[in-house]
């Protein structure tokens, strides 16, 4: 197993030992400092998560690791500031966990036995709690007992529980919460007219749920048409709404950025829509359009969406970016936005473990033992 990491790199975010604006090509990120002061369980890596400035590291025991920004408990109760190297979030320990989510400043995960909890900033109620009791955490608070997915924009999120049923929290301005919210509100609270709901995601300010039947709801800012709906006279929705598509897609992903939202149907297709304006739609201009299109000459097994740039992974194995580059975040060794998925080169490594796109930053995960030449 081999990671490699590039794009914004500021705080450290990368795990490369050292800050700078911009990594514009994939670079090794050496473990084995971390290893070798006790952490094994860094060999065996699941998943890895990238918030505003810091990133989260998901191994298959069930341990998180982090590196970056720190400056409110994003990364526990580490120093505080930046952190280069990989470190153990100590705090987690008490907890196996399955899945992680992270916004801005505000970390979530679900553990082995359901529960979701959360970490870092509460400035917007986003971890349930009064503002004026918390502000910011270091220790991880319980959100919900019954928790099968967390999926989290940059000051909300939502929580999706076993009967079907999705939860909401946080900055409610934009509609994003879809549900009516009370002054005193600091809790996660049920969606009316969501259920049996099987997927969420979340971009900046709009979140989507799919249901077991396939159905699709979209609620919040639409002011890009990122709701699939024409923001003409909807640029607001503050409760969930059915979203059309042209064609009977079995979709299987759904992936928000900031302003834009990315559908992956069974067949490899991938739906998009919303802003455009550094090519995240990949269609080959910087036309915004609110109408669900599929991405002509191309088909994916899986995507990851940034918050303005995305990666995919063709039938073949091979890795695709596009959209906002501007801390190298494409990968392609320039800051120049990418308006057309764009072939990604891994010298001997040509089977793609894990990968994923984040706040203007990524990381991927190969088969091979071996840096890159």
């Known amino acids: 197993m081999s990671v490699f990491a590039w794009g914004a790199n500021s705080y450290g975010q990368l795990g490369l030992g050292f800050r700078t604006d911009e990594v514009n090509i994939p670079q090794f990120v050496n473990l084995s400092k971390a290893i070798e002061s006790g952490n094994t369980d860094l060999k065996r890596i699941k998943s890895i998560w990238g918030g505003g400035g810091h990133t989260l590291i998901l191994t298959e025991e069930g341990s998180v690791y982090g590196c970056g920004l720190n400056n409110i408990g994003q990364l526990g109760s580490n120093s505080h500031g930046v952190i280069t190297d990989v470190i153990r979030l100590k705090e987690l320990d008490d907890y196996c966990i399955v899945s992680l989510c992270s ?104 979140s989507f749920a799919l249901n077991e039947s396939g159905e699709m709801y979209g609620w919040g800012v639409n002011k890009w048409g990122q709701l699939g709906i024409d923001p003409t006279d909807c640029k607001t ?49 910087t036309k915004n359009r609110w109408q669900p299109q599929e991405l002509e000459g191309f088909t994916f097994q899986k995507i990851s969406v940034g918050s303005e740039h995305c990666l995919g992974m063709n039938e073949r194995g091979k890795l695709f970016s596009w959209g906002w580059n501007e801390h190298g975040s494409c990968g392609n060794g320039n800051s120049d936005d990418v308006l057309k998925p764009t072939k990604l080169h891994f010298e001997g490594h040509k089977k793609f473990k894990f990968f994923t796109a984040a706040v203007g930053h990524n990381f991927v995960i190969t088969e091979n033992n071996k840096p890159q030449k």
């Not at 550094?278 to 080959?284: D, F, P, R, V, W």
Request: glycine share 12%; with cysteine; hydrophobic share 35%.
């Open 103 to 206: 916004t801005w400043d505000s970390c979530y995960a679900i553990t082995e036995d359901g529960l979701c909890i959360g970490w870092g900033s509460n400035v917007y109620s986003q971890l349930g709690k009064p503002m004026d009791k918390v502000v910011n955490s270091e220790k991880p608070i319980v959100l919900s007992e019954d928790a099968l997915q967390v999926a989290c924009g940059v000051r909300h999120c939502i929580i999706l529980v076993h009967n079907g049923k999705v939860l909401s929290s946080g900055d409610y301005k934009y509609g994003q919460l879809g549900r009516k919210v009370a002054i005193l509100d600091h809790t996660f609270s049920e969606v009316i007219g969501l259920k049996n709901i099987e997927l969420i995601s979340c971009g900046f300010n709009h």
């Open 237 to 285: 929705i503050a409760k969930p709404v059915l979203i059309p598509l042209n064609k009977d897609y079995n979709i299987q992903e759904i992936h928000c950025g900031w302003s834009s939202t990315h559908l992956l149907a069974d067949n490899g297709v991938l739906i998009n829509f919303g802003r455009n304006n550094y090519g995240q739609l990949g269609n080959g201009t």
